[in-house]
Structure formats: C-alpha cells, structure tokens
T-cell receptor
C-alpha cells in the first residue's frame, strides 16, 4: 500500500489565491520530508526540505515567501503556494526517506493549475 | 556539482528485454534509485542500489552498476505493455543519504505489442 499520501491530487485555482498541499507519511514518522516540482515532460527538481519543528530549507532559486512549508507533526508536511500565478502551474510531489536512510518514497503528486 | 543523465526514449517489443541507461557524476558513496512514473501519477520506487554494489536483482528487474564509468542500468526482462512509462534514475546527494535526490531527465519506455 501507499507509504506517502498527498492531498489533493489535483487543484485548479484563480490567480492571486493561495493553495495548500498536504503530504502525509503513513507508515513511519518522518522528521524530514522533501518537496519537488515537475514541469510537463521534465524531470523533478528539489524545492525544499521540510524539517519537523523548525524552518524549512529551500534550494537556490526557490522563493520561500511564495512556497510556505509547515511541518507541524512527524507525519504531516504542508506546502502552501501563495498568491499563485499561472507560471506556478506544475506537478508538486513530496517524498519521505524511510528511517535507516535507504528507501525514498514519493506521494502520488498534486497537479496545480492556476487560471 | 552532481548531475544525472539518461537517454530520453526507448522502444521495445513485448516480451523483449529493455535496458535503460543512466550516468552520474559524483564518486562519493551514494544510493542510486530507479523510479517508474505513469501518466499523471507519482513516482513508484522500483529498486535501489548502494554504490559499493555491482548488481542487484529483483524479479524481472536487474540493476547493474559500473562504478569506474559511473554508469547505472536497469534491465527489465520480458517487458510487458504495462511497463510503458517514464523511468527516472536518481542519485542521493552525498556524502550521506539525506533523502535529497537528483533526478535524470527520465526515459520514456514504449512497449509495442
């Protein structure tokens, strides 16, 4: 069964609004989760590392004020796309590393379309 | 910095073997992963290998690692139409497996009946 669950699977929002995406680790507690972004027909790019109980770590070029990350519990991280614009339309996927640092599991992804 | 490269497309006939290739740049100890992505879906972890291993087999999947050439391959035996998907090679960012991954561009596997 699924190890990581994302919600929603897809969302359409208007420009200027904010959208929250949830990522849940179902099988184990995760002090660290990761958020990736995938443009159509392209690879995945790491956006940020979500740290439970502390601030997220963002990759170079990713606006932390636009992509707000909250990791309030050991099984839930949320990514909020603030003041969304059409160029934010993308596929957002989270991942969790199994304790013991071997298998990295991904959620099913969230397709965001900003109109 | 780290970089992962893959060929973009592979077409095979049903029942044949598929071999998807990947090269990576970092020589530190690392984990290397293969993921499968079907249209509109997330990533399914197929298998992974640690960089001190040469080979790993799991049912129809065989991973070969050539450390000298930094070349990784995924062989799918008896390829089926259900194997049609995009396959991503990924490398964990060294020096340890922090969970951060660098992905290749993905190889689209087309299986013809």
């Amino acid at each position: 069964g699924a190890v990581v669950s994302q919600h929603p699977s897809w969302v359409i929002c208007k420009s200027g609004t904010s959208v929250k995406i949830e990522c849940r680790s179902l099988d184990f507690q995760a002090t660290t989760m990761f958020w990736y972004r995938q443009f159509p027909k392209q690879s995945l790019m790491l956006m940020a590392t979500s740290n439970e109980g502390s601030k997220a770590t963002y990759e170079q070029g990713v606006e932390k004020d636009k992509f707000l990350i909250n990791h309030a519990s050991l099984t839930l991280s949320t990514l909020t796309v603030t003041s969304a614009h059409p160029e934010d339309s993308s596929f957002y996927i989270c991942s969790v590393l199994r304790p013991g640092n071997t298998e990295a599991f991904f959620g099913q992804g969230t397709r965001l379309t900003v109109v | 910095g780290e970089d992962v490269e893959q060929s973009l497309f592979l077409s095979v006939r049903e029942g044949d073997s598929s071999v998807i290739n990947c090269t990576y740049t970092d020589s530190s100890s690392t984990y290397l992963y293969w993921y499968k992505q079907e249209p509109g879906a997330g990533l399914q972890l197929l298998t992974y290998i640690f960089s001190n291993m040469d080979m790993k087999q799991d049912q129809r999947l065989t991973v070969l690692l050539n450390k000298k050439d930094k070349h990784l391959s995924l062989r799918i035996a008896d390829t089926q139409t259900g194997d049609s998907a995009i396959y991503f090679c990924a490398e964990s960012i060294p020096p340890s497996n922090t969970g951060k991954l660098i992905f290749g561009q993905g190889t689209t596997l087309q299986v013809k009946p």
